[in-house]
């Protein structure tokens, strides 16, 4: 069978179960797991599936579940402002938007391996960038209005720390500060509703 029509099959069987196992993959179609990992590739690139733990999920709707997602925290119950929201894609098209990466990470930790991927805007350029790959900046002196302690979310490293020299503050990678929100609001039981 040819890779194209390996992957015609894969996307009707993603498209009618909703989610597939790679290992039932490489089962059904009698080749190896690599094979179907080369396979879904392309599927993945264009949007058409999510790649989750060990397997695959339709993605037919997701910018649309994106998009009508709730305006209002997950988390703390504030508007959702895009320019700071921090969004989590779930299993079955589910999305969850918090106000800001403070909610956002205390979520995130909350829902651990659910999350399928997390999504924030540059500080700076408001473009879309995956949280995981995300710099944090946190106790710096900008007030953005959201929830306390801040956290700040940036594409680059560089431009990050070039934000912490004039404003203050630390930068952190993902998991530094995942634990870091986590630790500050265990000793704060301030956590700003409404
Ligand atoms: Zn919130
Ligand atoms: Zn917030």
Redo the contacts with the bound molecule.
């Keep these: 069978m040819l890779a194209s029509e390996r992957r015609e099959k894969i996307k009707k069987l993603v498209q009618s179960r909703n989610s597939v196992k790679i290992s039932e993959l490489s089962e059904l179609l009698g080749v190896s797991e690599m094979t179907i990992h080369r396979d879904i590739k392309p599927l993945v690139e264009e949007g058409i599936v999510i790649k989750t733990f060990g397997g695959i999920t339709y993605a037919k709707n997701r910018s649309e579940s994106i998009k009508r997602s709730s305006d209002d925290?997950v988390?703390?119950?504030?508007k959702v402002d895009r320019r700071l929201s921090y969004k989590l894609i779930l299993p079955d098209n589910e999305v969850e938007s918090?106000?800001?990466a403070?909610?956002g990470l205390l979520r995130h930790r909350q829902l651990g391996d659910q999350v399928i991927q997390a999504i924030c805007y540059d500080f700076f350029s408001s473009t879309t960038i995956s949280a995981l790959s995300a710099w944090f900046v946190m106790d710096t002196s900008v007030d953005v209005g959201?929830?306390q302690p801040q956290v700040l979310t940036f594409g680059r490293k560089d431009q990050a720390e070039g934000f912490v020299k004039g404003f203050g503050g630390r930068v952190l990678s993902f998991s530094e500060a995942i634990d870091k929100v986590h630790v500050k609001m265990a000793c704060c039981k301030h956590h700003g509703r409404g």
Excluded at 75 to 78: D, E, S
């Design positions: 925290c988390l703390c119950g504030r918090a106000c800001c403070h909610c959201c929830c």
